[in-house]
């Protein structure tokens, strides 16, 4: 499939109506974050239910905008949304490569998410120890306070390198919060959610799941020659704090 440009609609009584307009190049190799996958956009019109429950003590109405991090933002769809609808700074992030398109797309909404309070900017962060290839601001950590990450579990490794760059990036106080979203499409990405649960338990400063739950959504997910092939599905939310109970 080549480039495309989509509109993604949202509307509720909570925040109005708006539209955000985001480029999708064509896909080459396994550069996964140049589509809008299914769960940005189901999270995303999620995202006024959570800030008025459990995260409503991070997203008080009419308080001043709050710093949001998305890891794996792809073309930046989630982020986006998450900037318009709680009038937030969110940075989106990705791979070096995933940049110039995931920029492009902020620049593109960048008048939408202004008129409604919020910001949004694009940086490079790569997970793991490639720290040369990242934004300097992510070189201190603990900046924080809302993390957010959606269908970012693909490989063996991901669930270890996405929980730790959570840690790093996340702030340490009892407030600060995660939000994740896995769709479940097979045993394997079941198996990737399990071991990504065990591994935020693992850190240092461990990561509990105190809320979770589980939407219908569509997905396109599959080769290249399935693009066009929608199903529907299970999709995953948690929300993740650290734990005061102690180790």
Known sequence: ???????????NPEYGAFALTIREPTL???SLGLKTWGSSYVLARLLHEFSAGTLA?????????????????????????????????VVLTDLPGILSNLAHNAELNMATIEARGGRAEAAALTWGINTDESDPRFSDGRRFELVLAADSLYDDDHPALLSSTIDVQLGLGTDARVLAMVPQRDDITEELLSTFKKEMAGLNASLRCIDEGTVPGEDDWGDQGDDDETRRLGFWWGVFKRDTLGR
């Open 1 to 11: 499939m080549g480039e495309i440009t989509r509109q993604w609609p949202f509307e």
């Open 28 to 30: 080459t190799g396994d």
């Open 57 to 89: 003590h991070l997203l008080p109405p009419r308080a001043p905008p709050r710093d949001i991090l998305e890891l794996g933002s792809g073309t930046g769809l989630l982020g986006l949304a998450a900037a318009a609808i709680w009038r937030a700074n």
